[in-house]
């Protein structure tokens, strides 16, 4: 049985009187999350102000990125997955179609990256999916296929006991546009599909959330699909009332 799992991605946002707000309102609803796990993933600037503030003990902490190398070193700029593991933080948001696209980082770099946190004791969330142009031209199994197959061949697929996926279709996120809750569903049964080629029992267990325009509105339609167990939240996950009210939906 898999726990429904929702992750907030707060991208880079807020500030030290944002963050205090948005926290005081998790802390103050986060009984709503039921029997959902929970976790936000503020700027990793962030972290250890937003966990000192953090009273609700059911939330966990994440960040957006790590450094692919895994060790401490002379690499400018960069933050360790040991550094975030130090701060308290349970989970590392990777592959998110944001990092993919503007900061250009390949299936390698990503599948690097996935090994270096796995290493370090963080859960990674490995963000999967496809552009509207891809899906249009039929590529959208293959484009998740390379996607997952990259990571795979680092990993092995006992890595996928350690990592949470996450279907984000490019076209849907950050746009209002949501995939239907059949198009999601179908490309969530593909992913665990592909993992069954390799070892059934680790497909059935990997928790795999849908990302892409989720609110409140949509979410409890969204979670009922059988493969879908949770969400990656952009956008709502900066109101706390809309992001708990999503996390009511995955705990019911
Ligand atoms: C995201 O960036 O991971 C995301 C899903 O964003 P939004 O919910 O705003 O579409």
């Not at 966990?60 to 701060?87: C, H, W």
């Not at 948001?93 to 980082?105: C, F, P, V």
């Not at 069954?196 to 990997?206: R, S």
């Not at 996950?237 to 009511?248: G, R, T």
Request: aromatic share 6%; net charge negative; with cysteine.
């Amino acid at each position: 049985m898999r726990q429904m799992f929702v992750a907030g991605n707060w991208k880079m946002h807020g500030s030290k009187a944002e963050i205090k707000s948005l926290v005081t309102g998790l802390n103050a609803l986060s009984s709503r999350a039921g029997n959902a796990k929970v976790a936000i993933c503020p700027p990793a600037l962030y972290v250890d102000y937003v966990s000192r503030s953090l009273s609700a003990s059911n939330i966990e902490l994440g960040v957006q990125n790590i450094a692919e190398e895994p060790v401490q070193g002379a690499y400018t700029g960069e933050i360790s997955a040991e550094m975030v593991k130090d701060l308290g933080c349970q989970f590392v948001i990777l592959g998110h179609s944001e990092r993919r696209a503007i900061y250009k980082e390949s299936d390698f770099e990503i599948a690097n990256k996935v090994d270096t946190a796995i290493k370090a004791g963080l859960t990674p969330i490995l963000c999967v999916g496809e552009t509207l142009e891809e899906r249009e031209a039929g590529e959208l199994e293959s484009v998740i296929s390379t996607q997952i197959n990259a990571v795979v061949e680092k990993v092995g697929i006992n890595g996928f006991k350690k990592i949470v996926i996450a279907y984000e279709p490019v076209w849907a996120i950050g746009t209002g546009k949501t995939a239907t809750s059949a198009q999601a569903q179908e490309v969530h049964a593909f992913i665990r599909g592909l993992l069954a080629d390799y070892d059934t029992d680790i497909a059935n267990g990997v928790i795999i959330q849908y990302g892409g325009s989720v609110k409140p509105a949509n979410a409890k339609e969204l979670f009922s699909q059988p493969d879908i167990d949770g969400g990656l939240i952009g956008g709502a996950s900066l109101v706390a009332e809309d992001f708990m009210a999503i996390c009511e939906a995955a705990g019911e």
